[in-house]
């Protein structure tokens, strides 16, 4: 997620006079429905566009800024545009880029946490980092975490890692740094914990998901310069999904649009799902009272859903407490005008089994009909509810395909291969020294990392310098230390031929030279082939 796109200005001068030519007609105005030309062509002051399930919303945040561009109302690297996931970002930067070209290779978008990436790099040390910081992956917080529980002795089955872990991840999404939790919180474990957990992230050079873009709300308010410098650069701030954000995520958003205030948030009041995860509904709601003077745009023309589905949609969202309002209608030209528009069928069963074999039942009518099994698909909430279908599924020799399963990123050989390209770019990343030290195996076990552990602290160094130390004054002998001067010297290795190699020859040449590959190689278990 580091940097996921180019957020730098252009070098050529020339680029903006490659949408020039646009600027008299707009073409794609003309597909826009009423509603959705007035969210892209008001460009002044503040700007709520309610959009509900299937209205275009994408199409009126690309369309706004291809106008904006188009009309030279901002150089493209002028414009902030914040997505809530990399797959939503890298859509809008595809069609921004059919509909005005390369030029929109400069506009700021990204996630939250990739635009908050790039503030932090150039920052990092106004909070106490490095600019080269590593980026935690949950697996690597809770151990952490773990490490703190079993230093402080603190009794974990009162205090699990992933409870507290989550506890910390809602105060970083309030804006609730370390300090505030001194003043505004009685002392506590948890409280304690926090404080320890955030001195080990600045130690290790690290940061986790909640610190980038807590980090960043840092920097620009306690810098003044720094602060202006965004507020002037972003002449057009747009912000998708506005209804998930959290406190954090608000108060920056008001901070670099109090200049220019051209501010267009887009969301749906009725589709926030995320309060779980430290998103506040209410920072929509009153998006109004944020701005006295702000424009508030519905989109209620659906094109995806058939008018009985809209109906019991809006029947029973109608019953919300805390909404906006609006009403979701089939829109003229929707392709759902021409598919079958049957009434929803909502069924009760005593349990998932019961469930399991009345949707096998209907399958069955189904296949014997006009349909194949490829033409249906079962959704469900959570993995684990699977089970029944795929045991029904295989008594009644019917064939499936089970969607889903880990993410690449959480796979152990994944992590492991990160964790050696992070420790060739940070030797000081404990967490990630600590994951491969000993795979492949070096004859290195629990003692031994605790030994160089140890060693670290009493020396006021990471891990790293502290096991080069004693290798060079002889504390490590047997096994250990010639694996370990294999190791590091790969590491020295790696890190002068990391220049002249492509990221992916510089992973053959890791994984190979640590003998990663070989151990894979060596697994005869049925897993290995596929890691």
Same mark, same amino acid.
Request: charged share 25%; net charge neutral; with cysteine.
């Given at each position: ?14 680029? @903006?006079?490659?949408?020039? *030519? ?67 970002? %890298? ?41 080269? @910081? ?13 490490? #703190? ?38 002392? +506590?474990?948890? !409280? ?53 954000? +959290? ?44 701005? %006295? ?19 019991? *949609?809006? +029947? ?26 049957? %009434? #929803? ?36 909430? !959570? ?70 552990? +140890? ?44 220049? *002249? ?31």
């Amino acid at each position: 997620m580091d940097d996921i796109f180019d957020l730098s200005e252009p070098t050529s001068p020339q680029t @903006f006079d490659n949408i020039s *030519a646009l600027r008299p007609q707009c073409p794609w105005l003309e597909i826009l429905n009423p509603e959705q030309k007035k969210a892209v062509q008001t460009t002044q002051g503040p700007i709520l566009v309610l959009s509900g399930a299937g209205t275009g919303k994408t199409k009126v945040l690309t369309s706004r800024l291809a106008y904006i561009l188009a009309n030279h109302l901002a150089n493209p690297w002028e414009c902030l545009v914040v997505t809530f996931t990399n797959r939503a970002a %890298k859509e809008m930067k595809e069609r921004v880029q059919n509909l005005i070209g390369e030029v929109a290779n400069s506009v700021w978008l990204g996630t939250f946490h990739s635009i908050c990436v790039k503030i932090l790099r150039n920052h990092a040390e106004i909070v106490g980092l490095k600019s080269n @910081f590593t980026i935690l992956s949950e697996d690597d917080q809770k151990r952490v975490i773990k490490q #703190i529980i079993e230093e402080q002795n603190i009794d974990d089955k009162n205090y699990s890692p992933q409870a507290v872990l989550d506890k910390i991840s809602r105060w970083k999404d309030k804006g609730i740094t370390t300090d505030k939790i001194s003043t505004d919180f009685k002392e +506590n474990t948890v !409280t304690r914990i926090y404080k320890l957990y955030q001195q080990r992230l600045l130690e290790l050079n690290c940061v986790d998901f909640g610190d980038i873009i807590l980090f960043a709300l840092v920097i620009l308010m306690s810098n003044q310069e720094i602060l202006e410098k965004y507020q002037t650069r972003f002449k057009y701030i747009m912000v998708d999904e506005y209804q998930d954000t +959290n406190v954090s995520q608000y108060l920056l958003i008001r901070l670099l649009c109090q200049k220019h205030r051209n501010l267009c948030c887009v969301g749906d009041d009725d589709q926030s799902i995320y309060s779980w995860r430290g998103a506040e509904i209410e920072n929509i709601l009153r998006f109004n009272k944020d701005f %006295k003077d702000a424009i508030t745009i519905r989109l209620e023309r659906n094109y995806r859903s058939t008018a009985h589905i809209l109906g019991a *949609a809006s +029947n029973l969202i109608a019953h919300n407490e805390g909404r906006l309002g609006k009403t979701l209608k089939v829109a003229e030209n929707s392709p759902a005008q021409k598919v079958d528009n049957s %009434k #929803i069928k909502i069924i009760s069963t005593y349990n998932g089994e019961e469930e399991a074999r009345h949707i096998i039942e209907e399958i069955e009518t189904l296949s014997r009909g006009q349909y194949r099994y490829s033409d249906m698909a079962i959704l469900v909430r !959570t993995a684990t509810q699977t089970r029944e279908f795929e045991e029904k599924f295989i008594s009644e020799a019917i064939p499936y395909q089970v969607i889903g399963g880990l993410k690449f990123y959480e796979r152990a050989e994944i992590r492991d291969a990160l964790a050696y390209f992070r420790v060739i770019l940070q030797p000081d990343d404990d967490l990630a020294l600590e994951r491969i030290i000993n795979k492949p195996t070096r004859g290195i076990g629990t003692k031994s990392i605790e030994k160089f552990r +140890n060693e670290a602290r009493y020396s006021h160094s990471s891990m790293y310098r502290a096991i080069e130390n004693m290798l060079a004054n002889g504390s490590i002998n047997g096994k250990a230390k010639g694996a370990l001067t294999q190791l590091f010297d790969n590491f020295t290795e790696w890190r002068k031929m990391m220049p *002249a190699l492509t990221p992916d020859e510089l992973a053959d040449r890791v994984l190979e030279d640590s003998g990663y590959i070989e151990m894979l190689k060596m697994d005869k278990s049925a897993e290995a082939p596929g890691r």
